[in-house]
């Protein structure tokens, strides 16, 4: 009779560490436990060799942002494309594709390059509803992309190999890249003028943005080429942003840095709560046998793992359009593992699946956390936000569809081998 008490109490608000402590020890309760067992769950979280990344990525990402790296990159990429046809649009995807995966949140992409690009593709003659769509769904793309804390984060609860979840990213990430900035192509360029080639401005964008270029660069080479292990390039991250933004650009003072961390250092301490105490519950549900029930279940409804893979998009769209991608990712995670495993998916995919679902589900209605972003960003209607979302929405879900269906999109490099 708790569980959906629990749920309405997470729905309406309710800090979400406040929600799993009491449904962890409730649960310990009704099953004559020691509350104190919840403890051996943050121990084992300690004991992850990959869990100092997260804490560094984090920081690394706030550095950039509160540096103006966001800036720097969308001069560049305006400099370098803006002269295609629909170059605007092209940039703008792109833009929002890096700043997702360096600050680890979709929602803060639209509150810090929507201000930039919104007015730059109207100004561009975009129409008013391609562009606040274009805006709103860059929120919800790129966090596959290295060094995303999504992706660490679910490295980390599924116990896979981060690296290889990195690299089987990039190839779904640059596939919707291409599909987006192809509709862009299509329909947004219509009256659009198409800006210069200036090699002065690609020269000067490109001086004062080289340093920022390099460092996604490095993290993919790094992943892909296996020469660092996830924590040390972590480490290598963090100090390189810092370097960067307090050296380099100077865009730092010194005594800036003390909330940056503290910024930093909120964030981490909130993830770590939520994943400590979920951990824990997720240890009682096994000694409950939990997901054996309702793996038993659901093999005597599902005849196939495309059937499966099916019901669990529908799901996790779901889960992912009431809670936000953290959350979601330490509570769905291991419940989804033991089906999976049973039906012959590979981890990798599995993994990309989760995680394209759930960068969809802040797009979907009726409660999409960036529908409501973009509205009280944009002064638009949430109607109307939603309206000018569709086509992009409907896009992500042809995606998602290749993901599933197309293993070898995840699979591709000899890693998910």
């Known amino acids: 009779m708790t569980s959906p008490l629990f749920v309405l109490l997470a729905l309406i608000g309710m800090p979400l560490f406040v929600v799993l402590g009491a449904a962890a020890l409730t649960a310990s309760r009704a099953a004559q436990l020691d509350p104190a ?92 509803r391609f562009a606040l769509g274009l805006v709103t769904a860059g929120g919800s793309m790129g966090l596959l992309l290295p060094p995303s804390l999504a992706v660490l984060l679910y490295g980390v609860v599924a116990q896979v190999d981060i690296g290889a979840l990195f690299v089987a990213g990039l190839l779904p990430t640059l596939l919707l ?50 020469f660092l292990t996830v924590a040390e390039l972590a480490a290598c991250t963090a100090l390189y942003a810092l370097v960067l933004e307090t050296l380099v650009h100077r865009t730092i003072r010194p005594k800036a840095l003390v909330w940056v961390a503290y910024e930093a250092a909120t964030l981490v301490g909130s993830v770590f709560i939520i994943l400590g105490l979920s951990l824990g519950l997720t240890n009682l549900l096994v000694d409950a046998q939990v997901p ?15 059937e499966f893979l099916l019901w669990m998009n529908l799901a996790l769209l779901a889960v992912g359009c009431m809670m936000d991608i953290f959350s979601a990712i330490v509570i769905v995670t291991p419940l989804m ?81």
């Open 292 to 306: 054996m029930r309702l793996l038993d279940w659901v093999v005597a409804k599902v005849d196939s793992p495309l």
């Open 337 to 417: 593992l033991p089906l999976a495993a049973h039906f012959g998916i590979h981890p990798l995919h599995l993994g990309i699946v989760i995680l394209a679902n759930l960068e969809i589900g802040y797009l979907t209605p009726p409660v999409g956390i960036n529908l409501f972003l973009a509205s009280q960003r944009f002064k638009q209607p949430v109607l109307a936000v939603f309206g000018a979302t569709l086509p992009f929405l409907l896009l992500l879900l042809v995606w998602l569809a290749l993901l599933t269906y197309w293993p070898a999109l995840s699979l591709w490099h000899p890693s998910g081998l």
């Open 177 to 226: 890249f291409m599909m987006v900035g192809g509709y862009a192509l299509l329909r947004g360029a219509r009256g659009a003028p198409r800006q210069r080639f200036r090699r002065g401005e690609l020269a000067a964008a490109a001086r004062e943005g080289w340093t920022d270029l390099l460092l996604p660069v490095g993290v993919i080479g790094g992943l892909a080429g296996g």
């Open 37 to 128: 067992l919840l403890m051996v769950a943050f121990a084992q979280l300690a004991d992850s060799p990959n869990l100092v990344a997260i804490p560094l990525f984090v920081l690394a990402g706030v550095v950039l942002g509160q540096g103006g790296a966001p800036r720097r990159l969308v001069r560049f990429f305006n400099a370098l494309l803006g002269w295609m046809p629909a170059g605007i649009g092209w940039v703008a995807t792109l833009s929002c594709m890096a700043f997702t995966a360096f600050s680890g949140a979709s929602g803060v992409t639209i509150l810090a390059l929507g201000g930039l690009l919104y007015p730059m593709l109207k100004h561009a003659r975009y129409p008013d």
